[in-house]
């Protein structure tokens, strides 16, 4: 029997933001060893809507 681990981080990515100031929210998933990343896209809080 095998074992496995798993891990999910969120990472608030300060070096990508756009000219409003809004940075980009960053998952990484690890599975054993395999590592994904997936890039969240921007929402502006107040208004609820996604930015581009």
Same mark, same amino acid.
């Given at each position: 029997? =095998?074992? =496995? @681990? /798993? %891990? *999910?981080?969120?990472?608030?990515?300060? =070096?990508k933001k %756009? !000219? &409003?100031? $809004? /940075?980009?929210?960053?998952? *990484?998933?690890?599975? %054993? @060893?395999?590592?994904?990343?997936?890039? $969240?896209?921007? !929402? &502006?809080v107040a208004?609820? !809507? *996604? *930015?581009?």
């Amino acid at each position: 029997m =095998s074992r =496995s @681990t /798993a %891990n *999910v981080s969120f990472y608030c990515r300060e =070096s990508k933001k %756009n !000219k &409003d100031g $809004l /940075a980009p929210i960053e998952m *990484v998933i690890i599975l %054993n @060893t395999r590592r994904c990343f997936i890039q $969240l896209p921007r !929402k &502006d809080v107040a208004l609820g !809507k *996604v *930015v581009e």
